[in-house]
């Protein structure tokens, strides 16, 4: 059975860094540095090739996907994986929802309680999960009856 959706935050979608937020972002990125995202990609690539579709979805066919909604921070190096992502999957036919959240870190979501934002995030993605499942399985939307 094909899942009914996803909801990812902060994709690392491109091991290969070739997006424009890992310079654009990296003064306000409280997280990550190029150096870290790359030192990742290489304990995971183990010498294998950073654009293979397999460790980069980026570089994948995103055709026949379910609908994605994906939640990232403007302040995060990862931006422009998520952004070039929601784009390739949009024009693949998927249907995408990418919010993009002014000054926010690396999964600002981990924060309820500290960033309104966070609260927010979550809300929306509860949302979008609960429409999917609903869509999918119209009967849990009607009470049951005891």
């Known amino acids: 059975m094909q899942p009914v959706g996803a909801a990812v935050m902060s994709p690392r979608t491109d091991l290969a860094l070739t997006g ?12 990550f540095t190029r150096g870290v995202l790359q030192g990742f990609a290489e304990m995971y690539l183990q010498g294998q090739d950073a654009t293979n579709p397999k460790a980069s979805p980026l570089y994948a066919r995103l055709g026949r996907l379910p609908p994605i909604r994906i939640d990232v921070g403007d302040d995060e190096l990862l931006l422009a994986d998520a952004i ?36 927010q995030s979550v809300n929306a993605i509860s949302d979008f999960l609960g429409r999917r499942l609903i869509d999918f399985f119209p009967s849990i939307n009607t009470p049951s009856e005891v």
């Open 84 to 119: 070039r992502y929601a784009d390739r999957a949009r024009a693949a036919g998927v249907e995408i929802t990418l919010s993009v959240w002014e000054g926010m870190p690396h999964v600002f979501q981990s924060s309820l309680g500290q960033f309104f934002a966070a609260e």
């Open 20 to 31: 424009d937020s890992v310079e654009t972002r990296a003064a306000a990125d409280p997280i």
